[in-house]
């Protein structure tokens, strides 16, 4: 069982920088994609950002130029770099993993709240 362990929420101002971690318990040797989401009150849990096992990148167009997510030297842990902070990136932000390997397999985190205050 894998657990996906998030830090570096918190309250910045708009314009601001925050990075987000995510940890997992351990190393993973199958194809993957360690990912990004965030859910605002009322509305749908988005796609943030997502990088495969790869190295490919994704982002949704509104954070396209202001976050870069990358993984570290170790490759269990996924960051999120995110610039200049809008109060619209407010929200629950959660760390994702999907292995492929005989079966797909999802993992979540637990959350971590970033507020952006104008």
């Known amino acids: 069982q894998v657990q996906l362990v998030e830090s570096g929420g918190g309250l910045v101002q708009a314009g601001g920088s925050l990075r987000l971690s995510c940890a997992t318990s351990?190393?993973?040797?199958?194809?993957?994609?360690m990912g990004w989401y965030r859910q605002a009150p009322g509305k749908l849990r988005e796609l943030v950002a997502s990088i495969t096992s790869g190295g490919a990148t994704t982002y949704t167009d509104s954070v396209k130029g202001r976050f870069t997510i990358s993984v570290g030297n170790a490759r269990n842990t996924v960051y999120l770099q995110m610039n200049r902070l809008r109060p619209e990136d407010t929200a629950i932000y959660y760390c994702n993993l999907v292995i492929r390997s005989f079966r797909e397999t999802t993992y979540w985190g637990q959350g971590t709240q970033v507020t952006v205050s104008s």
């Open positions: 351990g190393s993973i040797f199958s194809p993957h994609t």
